[in-house]
């Protein structure tokens, strides 16, 4: 009766407590637990999945906890969710011991003085970090709040108003805001970085799947609320945040950085974190004026196919839809032409094409979509892998690499005469015949055919060419997407030299991190990137 008594207050606990917190009880809940893999149908409900759970396990009174869920689509007439799931109960005789593992973030109260450039994810969580340690953080933004940053956007889409403060690429919230929020990373060693920041999403009103989805995301929608409640939390906390700033030089004295020059004064600080984003081309240009080491790297460059997503749904699954899950996704690879891999990069399901132009005479594209993932139309980046030194036909220095990019977007701009979007159709751009007709697009702009082939550079049109015959052997229907527009930002072509502590090389307390410091790409790889440095300076200061 007592061991039922404390299921029941367990069972109570998990509904209202976090899961870190709910981890912690786990140690003084003398109940057994076991670790299950179920397979369930995709339109499984929460009865049926505690039912399942109650016949695998003969249980009649449990708790469990959901560890990971991924669709296996491996087989089309069985398509189902995989759910691996920790059951509690006093029925079980075993126990799994789990190890509560939390990033710990030492606290030192400081007057030091930490100023963080840049309100995307590496900026925002290393500046959350600061503020955890005990540390006076000002974050300084070059952009406005989400909502005038949205207002802005819709204005640029319906108007053809471009704001150079608030876009695709500037604002609060960084590219990733108006993204797809995918949650996925390909680095290595950040689970507890990972785990940190999943924690604060859903604490800022994430949906708690992220926790255990395969491959989670968040939408646009869901992006610009959690974005605004983390700054409201970071704010309470005693955090500072300057929109509408711009950095525009910052002062050296014997390698350390003594204060910074921005578009609203001048501002000492102890340390300078800068987090400015892959677009922010005039800041790194100023960066290296002053001294700071970049050096050239392979970056990926390309187009943005976008097909129907039931074209989509129908390679990957055999139907047109599947109850209980959103839309298909795909990750495709290419060995290319030989020489240059060609892969598809930020996939967004039932999403659309925006123009991501970060400046008012460049034209790129990029793709965002909602959480529901319920549009008609499904897009990808399709880049090949290259460097900029074989683009130009010469070794380039770092500011060589960024004028060379940005003439390939001003390319783009003036054949469009503005922001509307070239396309064409995969087969021509395969066959390299351009065909004309009535392009319809998710583009929010007008689209207008073009021979996208001949405004790549040769080696990276010859590379896509090979990338998309294979993937349309490889998925069934491929050949009746388009290609639109430059996909110039899925990387940088320049990287920042740092040593082993994540100080740039020569400096005392300038870090560099993110997209645009050339070591991640995406928002949790660049949060945790943000994290490292923070974490390094504040332990450089124990």
């Keep these: 009766m007592q061991s039922n008594r404390l299921l029941l207050l367990f069972s109570f606990c998990y509904s209202i407590l976090s899961r870190q917190v709910l981890s912690k009880i786990l140690y003084f809940c003398d109940m057994g637990s076991k670790s299950i893999t179920i397979k369930l149908p995709t339109d499984y409900t929460d009865g049926v999945l505690h039912k399942k759970i109650a016949q695998e396990l003969r249980l009649k009174i449990f708790s469990f906890r959901i560890e990971n869920k991924s669709l296996d689509a491996r ?76 207002k802005s956007i819709n204005e640029f889409e319906q108007k053809g108003v471009f704001d ?24 290595k060693h950040i689970s507890l970085e990972k785990k940190f920041i999943l924690e604060n999403y859903i604490k800022a009103g994430a949906p708690e799947e992220i926790a255990y989805l395969a491959h989670p995301h968040l939408g646009t929608d869901h992006l610009k ?14 955090g500072t945040i300057l929109f509408d700033t711009l950095l525009e030089d910052i002062s050296i004295l014997n390698g350390r950085v003594t204060e ?58 055999g139907y047109k839809s599947i109850p209980g899950v959103k839309a298909a996704e795909y990750r495709l690879t290419s060995s290319g032409d030989g020489k240059h891999s060609v892969y598809s990069f930020c996939m967004c399901p039932g999403g659309i094409i925006v123009p991501a132009a970060a400046y008012a005479n460049t034209n790129i594209v990029n793709g965002m979509s909602m959480y529901d993932r319920n549009g008609q139309y499904a897009n990808a980046a399709c880049v090949a892998g290259v460097h900029v030194d074989e683009l130009a036909g010469k070794t380039l220095s770092p500011l060589d690499a960024l004028l060379y990019v940005e003439n390939l977007e001003q390319t783009f701009y003036n054949v ?12 021509a751009f395969i066959n390299k015949k351009e065909t004309k007709g009535n392009f319809k697009s998710s583009y929010p702009l007008s689209v207008f055919a073009a021979p996208i082939w001949e405004m790549l550079p040769k080696s990276v049109s010859s590379a896509l060419r090979s ?66 440095a923070a974490m ?5 200061k124990i």
């Design 75 to 150: 087989q089309r007439n069985n398509i189902h969710w995989l759910i691996k799931v920790l059951v509690f109960s006093d029925e079980i005789k075993d126990s799994i011991v789990e190890e509560v593992t939390s990033l710990v973030i030492p606290y030192q109260k400081s007057n030091n003085q930490a100023v963080v450039v840049g309100s995307g994810p590496s900026g925002f969580f290393s500046a959350l970090i600061l503020l955890k340690a005990g540390y006076k953080v000002t974050i300084i933004e070059r952009g406005h709040e989400v909502e005038q940053r949205e």
């Design 467 to 532: 990338g998309l015959v294979d993937f349309t052997n490889k998925m069934r229907g491929f050949e009746q997407g388009n290609l639109l527009g430059l996909e110039s930002k899925t990387s940088s072509p320049i990287q920042v030299v740092r040593d082993e502590n994540l100080l740039c090389k020569g400096f005392e307390n300038l870090y560099i991190m993110g997209e645009g410091s050339g070591y991640a790409g995406g928002i949790i790889s660049s949060a945790a990137d943000g994290i490292k």
């Design 416 to 427: 469009a005469n503005g922001y509307n979007a070239p396309i064409c159709s995969i087969e």
């Design 260 to 317: 910074i020059k921005t578009s609203r004064g001048i501002f000492a600080t102890d340390v300078l974190f800068i987090a400015a984003g892959h677009s922010a081309y005039e800041t790194y240009r100023m960066l290296i004026s002053r001294g700071v080491p970049f050096r050239t790297k392979n970056f990926a460059i390309g187009s943005r196919m976008e097909h129907r997503q039931e074209i989509i749904n129908h390679a990957q699954w």
């Design 536 to 540: 390094a300076y504040v332990h450089s």
């Design 225 to 238: 609320k959690i974005v605004k409640n983390l700054r409201i939390q970071f704010l309470t906390a005693g």
């Design 164 to 187: 150079p403060k608030n876009n695709y690429s500037f604002g609060e919230g960084g590219a990733g805001t108006f993204s797809d929020g995918k949650l996925t990373s390909r680095s």
